[in-house]
């Protein structure tokens, strides 16, 4: 029996080269787990190692860009030019 390959990530490979901010943020249990687990996969699929910070906030910005209900209420919402 050969192995199937392994399905890709969700999360496409991430530019580092993007404007950064930076966020504090402490996981714990499976959370945590989870995290790290996602960090290996990512550089099993990738071939090099991700910081924690980038592939956070590219996991946050990829769900909310998929957030059907956040971008419905964005469009119908008075635009707010808060920082």
């Known amino acids: 029996m050969s192995k199937s390959p392994a ?6 490979k991430i530019d580092l080269e993007e404007k950064s901010v930076e966020v504090r943020l402490r996981l714990k249990g499976k959370a945590a787990v989870d995290l790290m687990e996602y960090r290996q996969a990512y550089q099993a699929l990738n071939g090099e190692a991700i910081e924690t910070e980038p ?24 635009r707010s030019r808060a920082s």
């Open 55 to 78: 592939l956070v906030a590219h996991i946050l910005a990829t769900f909310i860009e998929a957030d059907r209900g956040f971008q419905s209420w964005r469009k119908a919402a008075p």
């Open 7 to 12: 399905p890709a990530l969700a999360l496409p």
